[in-house]
């Protein structure tokens, strides 16, 4: 009952603030009146000498003002004597006193950034007050490159962020670490847009971010230590990024339009067998396996290339994104509006992401003490990818390349019969024939009002809410090419959620001469509800129309689902500055989730930060070189509640059809002990400015100890069935590490000027605790076993075979010595090498041309004891090095970011040069170990008569059953991921203001841009940086839509 | 400043009221699903709890049922799938060996916890309802285990998942105590299920027929080359009360394998497959058998097995009926297949599979068939079975069994399939006859497995005179519809296949080794009395 009163009042308060707003909207009037004594005019100009539009002039102490027109000039009354307050964004407030009727200002840029004013969550703080661990992106760093997405412009450009695309489908998934690997289940970090919380993960190959738009954000704040993030509880595990998109100022309304047009292209493709080749590889598989030869295969030098399936699938595509805002206000109310649009081909056929957004932002001071606001977002977006989610880059490996896209007469290309019975379909016809893609409605909506109760007593009251409508839709086409049928089939989804938070909360600030206080306190409810609709069915006749009505009725099969969650929260802060020099930020959290049983449901997080602002004592002053020291000592407990499952200490009737009706059995194992996770986390940091602010250097360093870890257990076979294994607190881990950020202005010099910045990241992960004695985590594909985690060690590290060589010849069976001289045991006989568990020599079992092990535990039998980790996903270091050089109006951006020391699984290799395959073969496979008798005349199978021919074999042979397992999870496939990326290019070029304001135009910039321009990398796969959506499954290679390269030419422009 | 401090007071009041929550609204029970707590609470509720142990338990068994049951029999060959089951290459790493035993302890872990559901939270039924409901748990977890014996010989018993989710690092058990284990859960389920049960669910008779074969499995187990008297004397007891008292009655062979004759008069135990059921609920195998969209009416199908010169050369001659359902062999017309252009005739000359095989979606089978996809049951148990293991029971460890009721059962498999009586059988009649009627039904090597336990030596010459890996493709059929193959056509594996002690049982998932490397210990007694 108390649910839907809190629910209904949210929504009925939401109501109010938006009337009170649309009330008040008319009223958005100028404020400045005339009437005095004096009329005082001048020209505002920057040190460049350009005019400035718009810059605000005010006498002190009243509320009288003007802004500065075209040219910069003013016009304002005042009296001899009085104070004229000169302000404009990014440059220094100036305070001259009229001494005469005329009055010329220069306005120098605000290279000071301590005094920006900083969002940390249930307020704000002077960046010069912080205490915790906090990076901003600023909307001008990120204007140095083209972003589709949000979460694009945070890569490479805060210390400690690890930006990995699990797709580089367009609108495709990402993942973002904070410092490290924080949790078995889910590391993404917090986004709160503008007051408005919003989960990062991303489900499948979408992101959940896809809907922001990226040019609508002002700043990023990265909340990375628990000092920082404890404030959030909760949520705050992974980090939270707190967004403030673009918000209204008093005085002229300004227009700008943002937009560009670009060109996609897929920097790399997979180097398959071309068709003369495939011919070989045919022609020696069927002279091992004694027939199949094809005659058309006979004399493949007769051959040509054949079709590059890749090549096929894969093109330029365009891209385009136009944004228009309006911004302006008066002193009591400011808006601004934005809206954009966004189209972009996906480089893969039949890939396609289109997004439409527009946000209003309004706030207005309806009394002295009442100030209201709303921040209102709409998005709309589709996404189309029949590429990744059905298959078809497997397919375009897999297609034989003797199979033409299309036939003379215009008809889709097929294979022809073959003894295999294994036919593909036409990945071309397949990507441009399936359906697949999802549209979507998100709505965010926030109301606050803020209070002033008392002077220094403000209460803040919020109410926001985030709705998302998602429909999937997907048609699978009837076809039938040659000998490759598929039946249609048809499905459609539909999904809606809405989260509502309420939230409110009082701030007190005391300032006595040397001391200031500032305490806080509130609460928090959130609620979560999602619903899901879908049906699919088959038998379609034509693929005219793919709506599940004209579907075979017979087949039809629908569901639907609902679920919610839900948190509570009551949390506190008190902030304390002693002259500047000491600052104090205590935090206090207590939060109730309901994703744990009553008894584990609450927890509280507090956290302690100190900052010693060293710069401001006294043995400083006479320092002129240093303009800042700040030394910021962390400590803070955060948690994660964040599981899967909202009833996981329960368990859950699964539901499954029988052919006498529904089914039921217990879906889940229980675990009534669930709690939360909780991070303890340690920070000690340096802010340096030195020389005028020319240097910045900031240094982090943590230490993360992580427990109670959240997953769901990797239990062995015999348990993890049809029953889903449990949550569990599955153990603890700590993460250390550092983060170095240096800013500098290298050069400056007239007109010239050369500034860099550098990121640089180091995490260290080990596991420390799992939660029964011996067991071990295991990331498991199809049954199999590809990493595994147990103490004392990093999580997920890749865990298989070493390869020690090829079996060559007879003797590769005995073990040799470093000349490659076999070595013999006290009786004189050679001892044999270490063979596969139950495995002789034989032709169908292990035999010349196989792959030898490394038998680690000298037992003389390779299995699963010889497997030891053979990699590390985690990076040793990660960084990025951005430089900008300006000369004049022309400006120039380089950004490189690198990935140092990861290893990544390739599995394309391992599943795509297994001559077991009839087709799909990576041009390694020209190595396959081909076979030959010593004795012509001798016998096939007797050992000593075979040796491999080919010496720079370096895939096994052709054999049909494989016995020795020669694709095995082995140290084959485990390549270096290192790379160094110029990742982003951008020259542009800012018209001079002079030319500019005969066309009324305050600002045009033009500039082009280069982004993924080359990556320096020894991987052979299709990209390095392999996303996952699992802990234990990071940096497996399986063939994901792979990063475009983008040429982009833009403009900026505003009126 | 008075209007100020109402205005505060208001505003206070409006946040209080909107500020704490109830308690109530954290606890977020599931609305859109059943829990535990509140399901078990009537008689159709236990019959919805027991229905996914016939379905969605089964479900990985699919193509292991196949590389398992039928290929590593040498029922059949094929070199692009599966061919380690028939040539014995297996190793840990198999996809099929993981699915299997993932697989049978999905059964396990299921029929545990459905029990114990039922024991604890099970209200508003009668006792004979729990026990009935129980009954049909412990009959599946029984049959589960007795196939995981006879693929990995010891393996871990448990009846509480609680224990192994906290502890998954439990040791294998002794093989005597698998039977032992895998005997009460049967017995109890013989005792409890009703002798007439709904169509599709497993009657005491079932229960029955399969506890024949467990004892009749056990009687020559590790025996020293006899079978033990007195599980023979309990396999006959068992087999001939099914036999003569169950009412229940062979049914023409052919439709044995049509849809319309899912859970037919001679169907005990099945699995019964959702028709055109989703992914879990499915009989997937369709694909993996069919060997061409001739026979599919079109459905994408890729099978490249072929009958193999061992398997069809047991048949007898005259022994059509029986071949045709099993096997498409040349000149072989079917009425019911790609009925609408009247029929199909096979005039290849290899031996592609036919059992499983059911047409395609527009021929008798409602429109249920598509990729992957095919509404066939799977057999557990049939009639045929029971009455063979009569037979084989009744034979004992005599020479040969020349009259009496085992050999009147044998004798009913055989006049079914048209073929002429005997007067006189042997254990090798056994084999042969067992190998016919199952062929394709994924459990001649079940069966090879016990017949190994009790003959270890004369075994692993039949295994090893096989013809593994052996192919032809110039299988043709006489005037009188006998099977043609002759030996200058036939075509040998580059090394012949070699069956030893070491390869007879499967090895244990790497995976799960790698998990558990208790399993590598000695197999323990198993505690019955808790």
């Given at each position: 009952?108390?649910?839907?009163?809190?629910?209904?009042?949210?929504?009925?308060?939401?109501?109010?603030?938006?009337?009170?707003?649309?009330?008040?909207?008319?009223?958005?009037?100028?404020?400045?009146?005339?009437?005095?004594?004096?009329?005082?005019?001048?020209?505002?100009?920057?040190?460049?000498?350009?005019?400035?539009?718009?810059?605000?002039?005010?006498?002190?102490?009243?509320?009288?003002?003007?802004?500065?027109?075209?040219?910069?000039?003013?016009?304002?009354?005042?009296?001899?004597?009085?104070?004229?307050?000169?302000?404009?964004?990014?440059?220094?407030?100036?305070?001259?006193?009229?001494?005469?009727?005329?009055?010329?200002?220069?306005?120098?840029?605000?290279?000071?950034?301590?005094?920006?004013?900083?969002?940390?969550?249930?307020?704000?703080?002077?960046?010069?007050?912080?205490?915790?661990?906090?990076?901003?992106?600023?909307?001008?760093?990120?204007?140095?490159?083209?972003?589709?997405?949000?979460?694009?412009?945070?890569?490479?450009?805060?210390?400690?962020?690890?930006?990995i695309?699990n797709?580089?489908?367009?609108?495709?998934g990402?993942s973002v670490s904070?410092?490290g690997v924080n949790s078995f289940n889910g590391n993404e970090p917090l986004?709160?847009?503008?007051?408005?919380?919003?989960s990062g993960q991303s489900s499948g190959n979408s992101?959940a971010?896809?809907?922001?738009?990226?040019?609508?954000?002002?700043?990023?704040?990265?909340?990375?230590?628990?000092?920082?993030?404890?404030?959030?509880?909760t949520r705050a595990a992974n980090?939270?990024?707190?967004?403030?998109?673009?918000?209204?100022?008093?005085?002229?309304?300004?227009?700008?339009?943002?937009?560009?047009?670009?060109?996609?292209?897929?920097?790399?493709?997979?180097?398959?067998?071309?068709?003369?080749?495939?011919?070989?590889?045919?022609?020696?598989?069927?002279?091992?396996?004694?027939?199949?030869?094809?005659?058309?295969?006979?004399?493949?030098?007769?051959?040509?290339?054949?079709?590059?399936?890749?090549?096929?699938?894969?093109?330029?595509?365009?891209?385009?994104?136009?944004?228009?805002?309006?911004?302006?206000?008066?002193?009591?109310?400011?808006?601004?509006?934005?809206?954009?649009?966004?189209?972009?081909?996906?480089?893969?056929?039949?890939?396609?992401?289109?997004?439409?957004?527009?946000?209003?932002?309004?706030?207005?001071?309806?009394?002295?003490?009442?100030?209201?606001?709303?921040?209102?977002?709409?998005?709309?977006?589709?996404?189309?990818?029949?590429?990744?989610?059905?298959?078809?880059?497997?397919?375009?490996?897999?297609?034989?390349?003797?199979?033409?896209?299309?036939?003379?007469?215009?008809?889709?290309?097929?294979?022809?019969?073959?003894?295999?019975?294994?036919?593909?379909?036409?990945?071309?016809?397949?990507?441009?024939?399936?359906?697949?893609?999802?549209?979507?409605?998100?709505?965010?909506?926030?109301?606050?009002?803020?209070?002033?109760?008392?002077?220094?007593?403000?209460?803040?009251?919020?109410?926001?809410?985030?709705?998302?409508?998602?429909?999937?839709?997907?048609?699978?086409?009837?076809?039938?090419?040659?000998?490759?049928?598929?039946?249609?089939?048809?499905?459609?989804?539909?999904s809606?959620s809405?989260?509502?938070?309420?939230?409110?909360?009082?701030?007190?600030?005391?300032?006595?001469?040397?001391?200031?206080?500032?305490?806080?306190?509130?609460?928090?409810?959130?609620?979560n509800?999602s619903?899901n609709?879908?049906?699919?069915?088959?038998?379609?006749?034509?693929?005219?129309?793919?709506?599940?009505?004209?579907?075979?009725?017979?087949?039809?099969?629908?569901?639907?689902s609902r679920n919610s969650s839900a948190i509570?929260?009551?949390?506190?802060?008190?902030?304390?500055?002693?002259?500047?020099?000491?600052?104090?930020?205590?935090?206090?959290?207590?939060d109730?989730s309901s994703n744990f049983s009553e008894n584990n449901r609450?927890a509280?997080?507090?956290?302690?930060?100190?900052?010693?602002?060293?710069?401001?004592?006294?043995?400083?002053?006479?320092?002129?070189?240093?303009?800042?020291?700040?030394?910021?000592?962390?400590?803070?407990?955060v948690g994660n509640q964040s599981i899967w499952q909202n009833y996981a200490y329960g368990v859950t009737m699964s539901s499954s059809?029988?052919?006498?009706?529904?089914?039921f059995y217990p879906g889940n194992y229980s675990n009534s002990d669930l709690k939360w996770e909780k991070t303890?986390?340690?920070?000690?940091?340096?802010?340096?400015?030195?020389?005028?602010?020319?240097?910045?250097?900031?240094?982090?360093?943590?230490?993360k100890d992580i427990s109670n870890l959240l997953m769901q257990a990797s239990l062995p076979s015999y348990v993890a069935g049809v029953i889903s294994s449990p949550w569990v607190n599955a153990g603890s881990m700590t993460n250390?590490?550092?983060?170095?950020?240096?800013?500098?202005?290298?050069?400056?010099?007239?007109?010239?000027?050369?500034?860099?910045?550098?990121?640089?990241?180091?995490?260290?992960n080990e596991v420390t605790g799992l939660y029964t004695e011996s067991s071990a985590l295991v990331g498991e594909i199809g049954g199999l076993a590809y990493s595994y985690t147990s103490v004392?060690n990093p999580v997920g590290q890749l865990y298989?075979?070493?390869?020690?060589?090829?079996?060559?010849?007879?003797?590769?069976?005995?073990?040799?010595?470093?000349?490659?001289?076999?070595?013999?045991?006290?009786?004189?006989?050679?001892?044999?090498?270490?063979?596969?568990?139950?495995?002789?020599?034989?032709?169908?079992?292990?035999?010349?041309?196989?792959?030898?092990?490394?038998?680690?535990?000298?037992?003389?039998?390779?299995?699963?004891?010889?497997?030891?980790?053979?990699?590390?996903p985690e990076?040793?270091?990660?960084?990025?090095?951005?430089?900008?050089?300006?000369?004049?109006?022309?400006?120039?951006?380089?950004?490189?970011?690198?990935?140092?020391?990861?290893?990544?699984y390739?599995?394309?290799?391992?599943?795509?040069?297994?001559?077991?395959?009839?087709?799909?073969?990576?041009?390694?496979?020209?190595?396959?170990?081909?076979?030959?008798?010593?004795?012509?005349?001798?016998?096939?199978?007797?050992?000593?008569?075979?040796?491999?021919?080919?010496?720079?074999?370096?895939?096994?042979?052709?054999?049909?059953?494989?016995?020795?397992?020669?694709?095995?999870m082995?140290?084959?496939?485990?390549?270096?991921?290192?790379?160094?990326?110029?990742?982003?290019?951008?020259?542009?070029?800012?018209?001079?203001?002079?030319?500019?304001?005969?066309?009324?135009?305050?600002?045009?910039?033009?500039?082009?841009?280069?982004?993924?321009?080359?990556?320096?990398?020894?991987?052979?796969?299709?990209?390095?940086?392999?996303g996952s959506y699992n802990v234990l499954l990071r940096n497996i290679?399986n063939?994901?839509?792979?990063?475009?390269?983008?040429?982009?030419?833009?403009?900026?422009?505003?009126? | 400043?008075?209007?100020?401090?109402?205005?505060?007071?208001?505003?206070?009041?409006?946040?209080?009221?909107?500020?704490?929550?109830?308690?109530?609204?954290l606890?977020r029970t599931p609305k859109g699903a059943y829990t535990d707590a509140?399901?078990?609470?009537?008689?159709?509720?236990?019959?919805?709890?027991?229905?996914p142990?016939?379905?969605r338990a089964?479900f990985d068994?699919?193509?292991?049922?196949?590389?398992?049951?039928?290929?590593?029999?040498?029922?059949?060959?094929?070199?692009?799938?599966?061919?380690?089951?028939?040539?014995?290459?297996?190793?840990?790493?198999?996809?099929?060996?993981s699915s299997?035993w993932q697989a049978f302890y999905s059964v396990v872990t299921m029929s545990n916890a459905t029990?114990e559901s039922?024991?604890?939270?099970?209200?508003?039924?009668?006792?004979?309802?729990?026990?009935?409901?129980?009954?049909?748990?412990?009959?599946?977890?029984?049959?589960?285990?007795?196939?995981?014996?006879?693929?990995?010989?010891?393996?871990i018993?448990f009846?509480n998942n609680d224990v192994v989710v906290k502890n998954p690092l439990q040791?294998?058990?002794?093989?005597?105590?698998?039977?032992?284990?895998?005997?009460?859960?049967?017995?109890?389920?013989?005792?409890?299920?009703?002798?007439?049960?709904?169509?599709?669910?497993?009657?005491?008779?079932?229960?029955?027929?399969?506890?024949?074969?467990?004892?009749?499995?056990?009687?020559?187990?590790?025996?020293?080359?006899?079978?033990?008297?007195?599980?023979?004397?309990?396999?006959?007891?068992?087999?001939?009360?099914?036999?003569?008292?169950?009412?229940?009655?062979?049914?023409?062979?052919?439709?044995?394998?049509?849809?319309?004759?899912?859970?037919?008069?001679?169907?005990?135990?099945?699995?019964?497959?959702?028709?055109?059921?989703?992914w879990y609920?499915?009989?997937?195998?369709?694909?993996?058998?069919?060997?061409?969209?001739?026979?599919?009416?079109?459905?994408?199908?890729?099978?490249?097995?072929?009958?193999?010169?061992?398997?069809?050369?047991?048949?007898?001659?005259?022994?059509?009926?029986?071949?045709?359902?099993?096997?498409?062999?040349?000149?072989?017309?079917?009425?019911?297949?790609?009925?609408?252009?009247?029929?199909?005739?096979?005039?290849?000359?290899?031996?592609?599979?036919?059992?499983?095989?059911?047409?395609?979606?527009?021929?008798?089978?409602?429109?249920?068939?598509?990729?992957?996809?095919?509404?066939?049951?799977?057999?557990?148990?049939?009639?045929?079975?029971?009455?063979?293991?009569?037979?084989?029971?009744?034979?004992?460890?005599?020479?040969?069994?020349?009259?009496?009721?085992?050999?009147?059962?044998?004798?009913?498999?055989?006049?079914?399939?048209?073929?002429?009586?005997?007067?006189?059988?042997?254990?090798?009649?056994?084999?042969?006859?067992?190998?016919?009627?199952?062929?394709?039904?994924?459990?001649?090597?079940?069966?090879?497995?016990?017949?190994?336990?009790?003959?270890?030596?004369?075994?692993?010459?039949?295994?090893?005179?096989?013809?593994?890996?052996?192919?032809?493709?110039?299988?043709?059929?006489?005037?009188?519809?006998?099977?043609?193959?002759?030996?200058?056509?036939?075509?040998?594996?580059?090394?012949?296949?070699?069956?030893?002690?070491?390869?007879?049982?499967?090895?244990?998932p790497e995976k799960d080794l790698l998990q558990n490397?208790?399993?590598?210990?000695?197999?323990?007694?198993?505690?019955?009395?808790?």
């Amino acid at each position: 009952m108390k649910k839907t009163i809190i629910k209904r009042s949210i929504y009925s308060y939401l109501w109010c603030i938006a009337m009170i707003i649309g009330m008040l909207s008319p009223v958005i009037v100028q404020d400045a009146e005339a009437a005095n004594n004096e009329v005082v005019s001048g020209i505002v100009s920057s040190a460049e000498n350009e005019p400035l539009i718009g810059v605000s002039v005010t006498i002190k102490g009243t509320t009288k003002g003007t802004v500065t027109d075209v040219k910069g000039h003013y016009v304002i009354n005042a009296n001899r004597g009085d104070i004229l307050v000169f302000s404009y964004i990014g440059y220094s407030k100036r305070e001259i006193t009229v001494k005469g009727s005329v009055l010329n200002v220069t306005m120098k840029e605000d290279s000071e950034l301590l005094n920006e004013v900083v969002v940390v969550g249930y307020g704000t703080m002077k960046r010069s007050d912080l205490t915790g661990a906090v990076t901003s992106v600023t909307a001008e760093d990120m204007a140095k490159s083209v972003n589709t997405s949000l979460d694009q412009a945070l890569q490479g450009r805060a210390a400690g962020v690890n930006v990995i695309s699990n797709s580089g489908a367009p609108g495709g998934g990402i993942s973002v670490s904070i410092r490290g690997v924080n949790s078995f289940n889910g590391n993404e970090p917090l986004y709160v847009i503008d007051g408005i919380p919003i989960s990062g993960q991303s489900s499948g190959n979408s992101s959940a971010l896809s809907n922001i738009n990226p040019s609508d954000i002002v700043t990023m704040e990265i909340l990375k230590d628990a000092s920082a993030t404890a404030i959030y509880g909760t949520r705050a595990a992974n980090g939270v990024i707190l967004i403030t998109t673009k918000q209204g100022k008093a005085g002229d309304t300004k227009i700008s339009y943002d937009g560009y047009y670009a060109i996609q292209q897929l920097p790399k493709e997979l180097d398959v067998l071309n068709l003369r080749e495939y011919a070989t590889y045919q022609n020696l598989r069927a002279e091992v396996i004694g027939f199949g030869a094809r005659e058309e295969f006979k004399d493949p030098s007769l051959l040509g290339e054949g079709t590059n399936w890749q090549k096929e699938i894969f093109r330029s595509a365009p891209m385009q994104n136009h944004q228009l805002s309006i911004t302006g206000g008066s002193q009591k109310t400011r808006y601004a509006v934005m809206a954009g649009y966004l189209t972009q081909d996906g480089i893969g056929l039949g890939s396609k992401f289109e997004r439409f957004s527009l946000r209003v932002n309004l706030d207005t001071s309806i009394k002295k003490w009442l100030n209201v606001g709303i921040n209102a977002y709409i998005a709309r977006h589709k996404q189309v990818n029949t590429i990744d989610n059905g298959g078809v880059i497997e397919t375009a490996v897999r297609q034989l390349p003797e199979v033409p896209v299309r036939n003379s007469d215009g008809s889709w290309g097929t294979q022809q019969e073959n003894m295999y019975g294994t036919y593909f379909s036409n990945p071309v016809a397949d990507a441009l024939s399936r359906e697949n893609y999802n549209k979507g409605t998100d709505l965010q909506l926030r109301g606050y009002a803020d209070i002033n109760l008392l002077k220094g007593l403000v209460l803040k009251t919020e109410a926001s809410t985030n709705i998302n409508y998602y429909t999937d839709y997907q048609y699978t086409p009837l076809m039938k090419l040659g000998y490759f049928t598929q039946a249609s089939s048809g499905s459609r989804s539909s999904s809606n959620s809405s989260f509502v938070d309420f939230n409110t909360y009082l701030t007190y600030n005391l300032s006595l001469v040397k001391h200031s206080f500032s305490v806080m306190a509130g609460h928090e409810s959130q609620e979560n509800n999602s619903e899901n609709l879908s049906g699919s069915r088959d038998g379609f006749i034509f693929n005219s129309v793919h709506e599940l009505q004209v579907g075979d009725a017979k087949s039809a099969k629908n569901s639907s689902s609902r679920n919610s969650s839900a948190i509570e929260s009551y949390y506190g802060r008190f902030n304390y500055n002693y002259d500047n020099r000491y600052l104090l930020t205590a935090t206090l959290r207590r939060d109730g989730s309901s994703n744990f049983s009553e008894n584990n449901r609450w927890a509280t997080f507090p956290s302690v930060a100190l900052a010693w602002r060293i710069s401001n004592e006294k043995f400083m002053k006479d320092v002129k070189w240093i303009n800042n020291v700040k030394l910021r000592l962390g400590w803070g407990i955060v948690g994660n509640q964040s599981i899967w499952q909202n009833y996981a200490y329960g368990v859950t009737m699964s539901s499954s059809a029988t052919p006498t009706g529904q089914g039921f059995y217990p879906g889940n194992y229980s675990n009534s002990d669930l709690k939360w996770e909780k991070t303890k986390a340690y920070n000690l940091g340096l802010d340096l400015n030195l020389l005028d602010n020319r240097i910045e250097f900031i240094a982090d360093f943590y230490h993360k100890d992580i427990s109670n870890l959240l997953m769901q257990a990797s239990l062995p076979s015999y348990v993890a069935g049809v029953i889903s294994s449990p949550w569990v607190n599955a153990g603890s881990m700590t993460n250390k590490g550092m983060e170095l950020t240096l800013n500098t202005v290298n050069i400056s010099k007239g007109s010239f000027m050369w500034r860099s910045g550098l990121t640089f990241s180091i995490n260290r992960n080990e596991v420390t605790g799992l939660y029964t004695e011996s067991s071990a985590l295991v990331g498991e594909i199809g049954g199999l076993a590809y990493s595994y985690t147990s103490v004392g060690n990093p999580v997920g590290q890749l865990y298989g075979y070493k390869v020690i060589g090829m079996f060559k010849d007879e003797s590769d069976f005995y073990k040799k010595d470093n000349v490659g001289n076999n070595l013999l045991d006290k009786e004189g006989n050679r001892i044999p090498v270490a063979l596969p568990k139950d495995k002789k020599i034989g032709v169908n079992e292990v035999w010349v041309g196989d792959y030898m092990f490394e038998d680690k535990n000298n037992d003389g039998v390779i299995d699963e004891n010889d497997r030891s980790f053979i990699g590390n996903p985690e990076p040793k270091f990660t960084f990025g090095f951005s430089n900008t050089f300006t000369y004049k109006n022309f400006d120039l951006n380089i950004f490189i970011n690198g990935v140092y020391g990861n290893k990544i699984y390739n599995m394309l290799r391992q599943n795509y040069t297994n001559p077991m395959n009839n087709s799909g073969l990576l041009k390694e496979a020209t190595r396959i170990a081909v076979l030959e008798l010593i004795d012509p005349n001798g016998a096939a199978d007797d050992i000593t008569n075979v040796r491999v021919k080919n010496s720079d074999a370096s895939v096994q042979r052709i054999n049909i059953t494989d016995a020795n397992n020669n694709n095995r999870m082995s140290d084959r496939f485990v390549e270096d991921g290192s790379y160094l990326r110029i990742k982003n290019v951008s020259l542009g070029y800012t018209f001079p203001k002079s030319l500019l304001t005969k066309f009324n135009i305050e600002n045009l910039r033009i500039y082009a841009n280069v982004q993924n321009l080359y990556t320096f990398t020894d991987y052979s796969g299709y990209d390095p940086e392999v996303g996952s959506y699992n802990v234990l499954l990071r940096n497996i290679d399986n063939a994901r839509y792979p990063s475009q390269r983008i040429f982009t030419f833009g403009a900026n422009l505003t009126f | 400043m008075k209007r100020n401090i109402s205005y505060i007071l208001l505003l206070s009041l409006f946040t209080l009221t909107l500020g704490s929550c109830s308690d109530d609204f954290l606890d977020r029970t599931p609305k859109g699903a059943y829990t535990d707590a509140d399901f078990y609470t009537s008689a159709s509720a236990l019959k919805a709890a027991t229905a996914p142990l016939y379905t969605r338990a089964w479900f990985d068994y699919n193509r292991s049922a196949l590389a398992i049951g039928s290929c590593r029999a040498n029922d059949c060959y094929g070199q692009w799938f599966l061919p380690a089951y028939t040539l014995f290459t297996i190793t840990a790493l198999d996809n099929e060996v993981s699915s299997a035993w993932q697989a049978f302890y999905s059964v396990v872990t299921m029929s545990n916890a459905t029990i114990e559901s039922i024991n604890q939270k099970a209200t508003g039924v009668t006792e004979q309802e729990k026990n009935q409901a129980i009954a049909e748990c412990r009959l599946m977890r029984g049959i589960a285990y007795f196939y995981l014996l006879r693929t990995w010989g010891p393996v871990i018993l448990f009846d509480n998942n609680d224990v192994v989710v906290k502890n998954p690092l439990q040791p294998r058990h002794k093989e005597a105590d698998v039977f032992q284990f895998i005997i009460n859960d049967l017995t109890y389920a013989a005792e409890n299920l009703p002798a007439v049960a709904d169509k599709g669910r497993a009657s005491s008779w079932g229960a029955k027929g399969v506890l024949a074969k467990v004892y009749l499995s056990r009687s020559g187990w590790d025996n020293g080359g006899t079978r033990n008297q007195e599980d023979l004397d309990k396999a006959i007891q068992y087999a001939a009360d099914v036999c003569n008292n169950c009412g229940l009655n062979l049914i023409d062979y052919e439709n044995l394998y049509k849809y319309k004759y899912n859970n037919n008069e001679e169907s005990m135990i099945a699995m019964q497959w959702v028709p055109n059921g989703e992914w879990y609920v499915c009989n997937t195998l369709l694909s993996d058998l069919a060997f061409s969209t001739d026979v599919t009416g079109g459905v994408n199908c890729w099978s490249s097995l072929n009958g193999t010169i061992d398997l069809l050369r047991q048949y007898e001659k005259g022994d059509a009926k029986r071949l045709k359902a099993t096997y498409f062999i040349n000149n072989t017309f079917y009425s019911y297949i790609n009925i609408k252009d009247g029929g199909y005739t096979y005039d290849g000359t290899s031996s592609p599979i036919k059992k499983g095989v059911p047409g395609g979606p527009d021929d008798d089978n409602d429109g249920y068939v598509k990729v992957m996809n095919s509404p066939l049951n799977t057999y557990i148990l049939r009639l045929a079975d029971v009455y063979l293991t009569y037979a084989e029971a009744s034979l004992g460890n005599n020479e040969t069994l020349s009259s009496g009721d085992g050999l009147k059962f044998f004798n009913k498999v055989r006049k079914r399939a048209g073929l002429a009586e005997k007067s006189s059988i042997s254990f090798d009649d056994i084999i042969r006859e067992r190998r016919v009627e199952f062929a394709m039904e994924y459990c001649n090597w079940y069966d090879m497995v016990s017949w190994y336990k009790y003959k270890p030596e004369k075994m692993l010459k039949y295994f090893n005179d096989q013809k593994r890996g052996w192919t032809c493709n110039q299988i043709t059929k006489d005037d009188y519809g006998n099977i043609v193959i002759n030996d200058a056509d036939l075509q040998a594996p580059t090394t012949p296949v070699v069956v030893t002690n070491d390869n007879i049982f499967l090895p244990y998932p790497e995976k799960d080794l790698l998990q558990n490397p208790r399993l590598k210990e000695e197999p323990q007694s198993y505690n019955f009395n808790k």
